[in-house]
């Protein structure tokens, strides 16, 4: 009788370090993705050459700055987001090459698929707009956002609280768990279909086909929703950024 043992959910999202185990500098295989997603960006616009007819390195920093800079930038904040470009490009490599790891050979695993990196993100998002927000408008940001005008006094009773809540407090966990959530249950369908696979292989060959040909759709599948969580991200980093801007927007 075919026996199924799948991982548990701690071994599929816990690694053992690599080094100083159970130090608080303890560093693993999430720690390590997460290294590579910050100083890869980095070299590749160290590496990348100004030139006139563009190549190599340059065509594919150059092609993700203009997805940035056009399809969130120009789409959302207009030509005041511009200031902006560094941070939103920063963020959206650093998610995106986090995020592809899944699919990997080795490495198969997403960073984000642990919260810290997309609640280390969200926080940095929800600094950034505040400040933003304080930067432009004074405490005028802040009356705006609890009391928004055109609403009667009486009603403010209910809207404050709400905005609060809304603007100041659960932004940057939805943010959190929208990133997370979505790369663990990517992650934990890839290992499902993966074990599926082999287990079927054990028990007869020809049945695994079919487990592998959803496991390998899948992955392209997983290739593509690591592209669109790092891009919904910094939409709405683009999108908090930019009320922050104008409070009366």
């Known amino acids: 009788m075919l026996a199924l043992e799948f ?19 303890s560093f693993n295989k999430i720690g390590l993705i997460s290294v590579i997603a910050f100083v890869a960006p980095t070299l590749l616009f160290l590496l990348s050459r100004k030139e006139l007819v563009p ?37 959206f490599m650093f998610i995106f090459i986090g995020n592809i790891f899944e699919v990997i050979p080795v490495f198969q695993m997403p960073a984000n ?7 280390l993100m969200a926080l940095l998002v929800w600094v950034v707009y505040i400040g933003v927000g304080l930067k432009h408008n004074g405490l005028e940001y802040l009356k705006a956002s609890l009391f928004p005008p055109g609403v009667p006094w009486i009603m403010y009773i209910i809207v ?33 279909f993966g074990v599926l696979t082999i287990s079927m292989w054990e028990l007869f060959e020809v049945a695994s086909i079919l ?20 891009f919904i991200f910094t939409l709405l980093a683009a999108v908090y950024i930019d009320s922050s801007l104008d409070v009366h927007h």
């Not at 609060?164 to 940057?172: G, K, V």
């Not at 487990?211 to 790092?230: D, I, K, R, Y």
């Open 113 to 119: 698929a642990r919260i810290a990196n997309p609640l």
């Open 211 to 230: 487990p592998f040909s959803v496991l390998v759709l899948l992955t392209g599948f997983e290739a593509m929703v690591s592209f669109l969580q790092a």
């Open 7 to 25: 991982p548990s959910i701690d071994n599929l999202v816990k690694w053992p370090a690599i080094f100083g185990e159970g130090e608080f500098y």
């Open 160 to 192: 404050t609280p709400i905005e609060l809540i809304s603007t100041f407090i659960l932004r940057p966990f939805s943010m959190t768990i929208r990133l997370f959530a979505n790369m663990l249950a990517g992650h934990i369908l890839l290992v499902t």
């Open 55 to 91: 190549s190599g390195v340059q065509n594919i920093v150059e092609g993700v700055v203009g997805f940035v800079d056009k399809q969130i930038i120009d789409s959302i904040m207009g030509p005041k987001g511009r200031p902006y470009l560094p941070l939103l490009l920063s963020i």
